[in-house]
């Protein structure tokens, strides 16, 4: 075992160890993600999020974020909003922590010298599958993830306005799937920041490439 005071050698290590736990619950590494196929067309999601500075014991903290990705919302996404996004972003994710007895986001594994990484890295895995895998599973159906979206959507601007309209056409509701973009355009009028912006080109060409295809 790599001593954890090399903190390049021990992040290789516990990249290493948690690879392989995952793998050994069916989830393959894609730049740093883990997904695992759940339905046609839908994948698990799993993000481990690191620590920028260790426990004052020299550990490595940690965190798993759970999520659920449905490919053909992000396949459209894709075409209609450039850049296309440069990894395989969940289509809903939460906290581990909040689907666990504790429900806080207070929770993360400690990696350091012992335990072994490894040793951690299976008990961090069979958490996923204990806590975060009935969340996904919950979430595959169409209706589940619109439902999901909608509650996401709550608030003044939230991060990815495309995604409900977008899901809402792919499930065959094209009127509410016009009137979750205007909902949604209401949100950013008179905005001019570049997200703003980038949200006013897509749905653009959500109405002319899609929407208008659908009447």
Request: with cysteine; hydrophobic share 40%.
């Amino acid at each position: 075992m790599i001593a954890m005071t090399n903190r390049k050698a021990a992040n290789r290590e516990i990249e290493e160890a948690t690879a392989t736990a995952l793998k050994e619950r069916g989830y393959t590494r894609i730049r740093g993600i883990f997904l695992k196929p759940l339905a046609e067309g839908v994948k698990g999601w799993v993000g481990l999020l690191r620590a920028r500075q260790r426990t004052k014991n020299g550990e490595i903290q940690i965190t798993p974020n759970i999520g659920v990705r449905h490919e053909r919302i992000h396949e459209l996404i894709n075409r209609l909003k450039p850049p296309k996004e440069p990894n395989p972003v969940p289509t809903a994710t939460t906290h581990i922590g909040y689907l666990m007895p504790e429900k806080t986001a207070n929770i993360c594994w400690l990696f350091g010298q012992e335990p072994p990484p490894d040793e951690v890295a299976r008990g961090l895995a069979d958490y996923i599958v204990r806590y975060g895998e009935p969340w996904m599973q919950e979430r595959v159906p169409q209706e589940a993830i619109i439902e999901q979206l909608r509650f996401n959507q709550r608030g003044s601007r939230p991060w990815y306005p495309e995604r409900l309209p977008v899901a809402l056409l792919l499930a065959g509701c094209p009127d509410e799937a016009r009137a979750a973009l205007d909902v949604e355009l209401d949100k950013v009028d008179g905005a001019a920041d570049p997200a703003a912006e980038a949200f006013r080109q897509f749905a653009k060409r959500f109405e002319a490439e899609v929407l208008t295809a659908e009447d």
